[in-house]
């Protein structure tokens, strides 16, 4: 499956950093991580902390499929907002995955700051009302989180203006946000879990799996076994070939990055910035001073597609951010597309399916803010393997579109 188009930043700017071996032998196991993103390496990480034998297998090279296309906004709110999560599944429920979020921001910092370049750094967050009509609802959403204990500003029209010079009418400022480089992040934990004795494999495709009685035995393209207790399938947007029931839409996301700006970004540099029209345009900053910028989700998922796409959406990205901001001066550098995966709910999926039974776990960080996601996936699925409990773990699963 071709995951991106054009050049991401993150592979223009570091690079093929490492290659890890091809696996080349026979291994047992207590669990195989299948995918080297950031997904797989946070998942890796938590279950090596927990004592468990690991094993982490890419087909391609690590960290080159979705993680390299991702622009690595971390953020504690989703897709979905707090007041519409609310009303779906009561608002105890919807705050739990809001407050999860925002301590994945805080869990994911010591594990950047221990990789060199990783580019971790703490932000605020702008979400503000792209269309008149959604002042009401962007007001409505502060409300709540506000009386639910998240720290945050309403800004009207004035505010919003004087302090980012946005004309809209209302937005929301968030103190919890962070931004990172992520294909370095995912990368760097590898390295780093390799040296403890980690087997991490890339360019090592799984080609079968069996689930035994006493565990699952996988082949790889080179005929080599592998034997484990538990296989996690971190594999991005190509988990949902692994199931006949569908969970998830992929679509297309653009982004672009500019040249350094030599004014300087100011505020931007400090700022996540978002809107409340769906698809929404989003900007964060770059350790090297760049505006890194995204938007334009389509529902295409065709590579051919999305290859010709690319160029115009990037323009019409670039166009949105000048109309916005007529004071940045701005010069595209680079332009690429990925393949975005989302749920009807805007919620991921972590834990096992019943079609494959319990051994097999999926690791399905769907949304704008998978890397969070990520982060709450890697404590469910080693709370699953170590039969311990967490108050999301039903709800984050599988077991939610049954309504249990």
């Not at 299948?34 to 890796?44: D, H, K, M, R």
């Not at 690590?62 to 979905?80: N, P, R, V």
């Not at 302090?163 to 760097?188: H, M, N």
């Not at 996601?373 to 469910?380: D, K, P, T, V, W």
Request: hydrophobic letters at 40%; glycine letters at 8%; aromatic letters at 8%.
């Amino acid at each position: 499956m071709d995951l991106k188009s054009g050049y991401p930043y993150w592979t223009v700017k570091n690079g093929l950093i490492v290659n890890f071996p091809p696996l080349q032998r026979d291994l047992r196991c207590d669990v195989v991580v299948l995918g080297a993103g950031i997904t797989g390496s946070l998942i890796a990480q938590s279950l090596c902390e927990a004592g468990l034998d690991v094993v982490v297998l890419e087909k391609r090279d690590a960290g080159w499929g979705s993680t390299a296309a991702s622009t690595a906004l971390l953020q504690y709110e989703i897709d979905t907002d707090l007041v519409d999560l609310s009303k779906r599944y009561g608002e105890d429920r919807a705050v739990s995955v809001y407050q999860a979020c925002e301590q994945a921001i805080g869990d994911i910092e010591p594990l950047a700051h221990a990789v060199r370049g990783a580019g971790f750094r703490r932000m605020s967050s702008l979400y503000y009302a792209s269309r008149p009509w959604h002042a009401q609802r962007i007001r409505a959403e502060g409300e709540l989180r506000k009386r639910r204990g998240f720290d945050l500003e309403v800004l009207d029209r004035d505010a919003l203006h004087e302090r980012f010079g946005i004309p809209a009418s209302a937005a929301l400022l968030t103190k919890v946000a962070a931004q990172i480089d992520p294909y370095r992040t995912a990368i760097g934990i590898l390295q780093r879990l390799e040296k403890r004795g980690v087997g991490v494999f890339d360019r090592t495709a799984v080609e079968t799996w069996q689930t035994k009685s006493n565990g699952i035995h996988l082949q790889t393209d080179r005929e080599i076994g592998v034997r484990c207790k538990h296989l996690v399938l971190a594999t991005g947007y190509e988990s949902q070939s692994f199931l006949r029931q569908r969970v998830a839409s992929n679509r297309s996301s653009y982004a672009m990055v500019t040249e350094p700006v030599e004014a300087g970004l100011g505020w931007l540099a400090r700022t996540l910035v978002w809107e409340s029209a769906r698809p929404y345009l989003y900007m964060r900053s770059t350790a090297d001073g760049r505006l890194l910028m995204g938007g334009e989700d389509d529902r295409v998922d065709l590579p051919a597609r999305r290859d010709r796409a690319v160029l115009g959406k990037s323009r019409r990205i670039i166009q949105k951010v000048r109309k916005l901001l007529p004071e940045l001066d701005i010069e595209e550098s680079f332009a690429w597309a990925g393949t975005f995966a989302e749920t009807d709910d805007g919620l991921p999926f972590f834990g096992p399916h019943a079609q494959h039974g319990p051994r097999v776990h999926f690791a399905m960080a769907y949304g704008g803010n998978g890397i969070a996601y990520s982060m709450i996936g890697a404590e469910l699925i080693r709370r699953r393997i170590l039969r311990q409990a967490h108050p999301l773990m039903r709800f984050l699963s599988f077991e939610r579109l049954t309504g249990s």
